[in-house]
């Protein structure tokens, strides 16, 4: 005998394949470290541990407040800038360095693919 749904069965049902569609859209867009490991390279020319790096380093760099790190001379606007590391801030700034911190010192225009952002910036929370 086939059972009858009720309103409330079919929400969860409906609820239930939601979930389930938007876990798979997150993994078909999750980004790749691999890849974003691949395009850090030209960002390690600058950004290194070693002493007198032309950028900071960014080991630990997600989660951690911009301008921290008593090592490196950071310009002005940056020490200013009261940002967080968060993910979405760094998607920004990768993409659009002056458009976050205007008058930063870093020399670079930004990745303009989204997915490679999203590549590097999962690369980055890697760094410990």
């Given at each position: ?31 790749d ?24 380093s960014?080991?630990?760099?997600v989660?951690?407040?911009a301008a ?16 967080m ?9 990768i993409?659009d ?32």
């Open positions: 005998m086939r059972e009858r749904m009720t309103g409330t069965t079919i929400i969860q049902s409906i609820s239930a394949a939601a979930v389930l569609l938007a876990m798979n859209i997150a993994v078909a867009n999750a980004a470290v691999e890849h974003g490991k691949e395009l850090f390279k030209a960002c390690a020319a600058c950004h290194s541990d070693q002493p007198g790096a032309l950028g900071p960014l080991k630990g760099v989660g951690r407040k921290a790190l008593d090592s490196f001379r950071y310009s002005g606007p940056m020490q200013r800038a009261n940002l590391w968060t993910p979405e801030n760094l998607h920004d700034y993409a360095p002056q458009g976050k911190v205007k008058g930063n010192r870093m020399p670079y225009g930004g990745l303009t693919n989204p997915n490679d952002v999203d590549d590097v910036v999962a690369y980055l929370a890697t760094l410990k």
